[in-house]
């Protein structure tokens, strides 16, 4: 992977890591338009760790309140929140990564999403939560369990915990705000476990100097790209919901379903 090509990646990263619009799908997407080896290790290690850099922008945007630690309780939601993810994330580790080689998987995933977008905002529109304070422990573990849906390529993590944060009657904005802080612990993990199983399986890959340097610039590249997204999606969803992602999934998958049929993407 090129420098080029890794710039290209984080800003597709940067752009829809907190789009309901799946990041890591556009990323597989983006890298068989780049043609890089889907079976290369250093590759898939790229796709998740590069999501690092992306979440990092949450703490920076939210530092007073993610570094609040009179807020403990925030600190316990969180915690009881990403413990579904570590154990579904742990135990089909091999699988997700097979789910990750397959653009397919990506196409009708966001076709079948996007669908679902179109109509959430009727579906969830009496919210009654909107204070984090009032996220009870048992809300926070069910958003948890939200987020594992996610495990499969183009579904969208964000998604994924704003719909069930809406379910568990909490505001839109509060909705998404709680998926953004919920990101950086499970893709902390996620990217940790991911070098772990790299380094024991492919020690080469770790390190090597220019995977390090390549890693390092999509990281700052999605880290910045990601600021700026944020503060758009915020306001975004507050005024217009999420219908228009709905029907940009629903293009996108479809356009997908087309060229991986026609044997332009594989």
Not at 201 to 211: A, I
């Amino acid at each position: 992977m090129t420098l080029i090509q890794s710039i290209i990646i984080a800003i597709v990263e940067g752009i829809t890591e907190f789009l309901p619009i799946s990041s890591t799908g556009h990323m597989i997407i983006a890298e068989r338009l780049l043609m890089l080896p889907k079976e290369d290790p250093f590759t898939q290690l790229f796709t998740i760790a590069i999501q690092l850099g992306a979440i990092l922008s949450v703490v920076v945007l939210y530092w007073k309140r993610f570094f609040d630690l009179a807020r403990w309780q925030f600190y316990v939601k969180l915690i009881i929140a990403v413990i579904p993810a570590l154990g579904f994330g742990f135990l089909l580790s091999d699988r997700i990564d097979e789910l990750l080689d397959s653009p397919t998987t990506v196409a009708v995933s966001l076709l079948a999403g996007g669908f679902i977008l179109l109509f959430i905002d009727k579906v969830f529109d009496r919210p009654l939560v909107d204070k984090e304070r009032n996220i009870t422990y048992g809300k926070a573990f069910v958003i948890g369990l939200w987020q594992c849906i996610a495990m499969i390529p183009g579904v969208s993590r964000s998604a994924a915990t704003i719909i069930g944060g809406m379910q568990q009657k909490l505001t839109r904005r509060l909705a998404a705000e709680f998926s953004f802080f919920l990101a950086v612990p499970t893709m902390a993990a996620a990217t940790g476990y991911k070098l772990l199983k790299t380094f024991k399986e492919h020690p080469e890959v770790v390190k090597d100097t220019h995977n390090l340097t390549v890693l390092g610039v999509g990281n700052l590249a999605a880290f910045v790209v990601a600021l700026i997204a944020i503060k758009f999606f915020i306001s975004f969803l507050q005024r217009y919901g999420f219908r228009l992602f709905g029907w940009y999934r629903i293009i996108v998958g479809a356009v997908l379903l087309v060229l991986i049929f026609t044997g332009y993407l594989v």
